[in-house]
């Protein structure tokens, strides 16, 4: 099982699509699938128009309110012809309170990685939709994950918060890690045709970014957005089109990186 955090502490980059659609892409192609939703405000527990979790949470299995098996926070959104699967762990309101409550306890950063090892043998690829900010959450995201995705834009605030991000990686890697977190890469998302002279300046400065690739642009399109309205995958709502083999193509390409 591989672990991929999406993360950027700036909103409305494309965390939620991205995780949500490279998900659905992965399942698409045969493969067993699972979304962690830990931001709190859950846009991706609404993209999949799934009922925020009562009882059995996220939020009350990090705090160790609740300690039943980690199966059972697992909703199952769809199946697929290929014979995979995308599930969902939805988020819960209490996860406005989680990071307050995880500042008082040992081996808060461990949570999710520890909630997350049993499920090893049913998923190939787990993707974590993190919260927008830098806080306890997104480095139980950091902690537990194997590599990592960071969805921007094509601007110049995207590029100081991707900088923020990487120092939060290192401070990471050095105190929390055995192994350092692997970096797959950025993903352009919501990008206008044609694009701007900033959006261009901006790619280019991330297509020479060595350690960081660029994975993708995904263009700014009205298909994921209907998707998300119909509460299913751009995989599932429209698999021929423009946003489909993108998503795919970034599935195949984080697929081979893993190996």
């Not at 709190?40 to 128009?49: D, I, K, M, Y």
């Not at 014979?83 to 209490?94: H, K, Y």
Request: with cysteine; glycine share 8%.
């Amino acid at each position: 099982m591989t672990i991929t955090a999406v993360a950027n502490q700036k909103g409305g980059v494309g965390k939620t699509a991205t995780a949500v659609n490279v998900g659905g892409a992965l399942a698409a192609g045969g493969g067993r699938v699972l979304l962690v939703d830990l931001d709190p405000q859950g846009h991706l527990t609404s993209a999949l128009r799934l009922p925020a979790a009562q009882g059995a949470t996220l939020a009350a299995a990090l705090t160790g309110s609740w300690t039943g098996r980690p199966g059972q926070l697992v909703v199952t959104h769809s199946e697929t012809a290929a014979g995979g699967r995308l599930d969902v762990v939805p988020t819960a309101l209490e996860m406005f309170t989680v990071g307050r409550e995880l500042d008082r306890m040992r081996a808060r950063e461990q949570r999710l990685a520890r909630l997350l090892a049993p499920l090893a043998p049913d998923y190939d690829r787990v993707l974590v939709d993190c919260p927008p900010s830098l806080d306890i959450l997104t480095d139980n995201a950091l902690t537990a994950a194997n590599d990592l995705i960071v969805p921007v834009q094509a601007e110049d605030s995207s590029l100081h918060a991707l900088r923020l991000l990487l120092g939060q990686v290192a401070a990471v890697d050095a105190d929390l890690r055995d192994t350092p977190l692997r970096l797959l890469g950025v993903v352009v998302s919501l990008l206008r045709r044609p694009p701007s002279t900033l959006a261009r300046t901006v790619l280019e400065h991330l297509q020479h970014q060595p350690d960081l690739p660029l994975l993708a642009t995904v263009p700014l399109g009205v298909v994921v957005a209907e998707a998300w309205r119909s509460g299913v995958t751009v995989a599932e709502y429209a698999p021929g089109s423009e946003h489909a083999e993108i998503y795919r193509q970034l599935a195949v390409t984080i697929t081979k990186d893993a190996g």
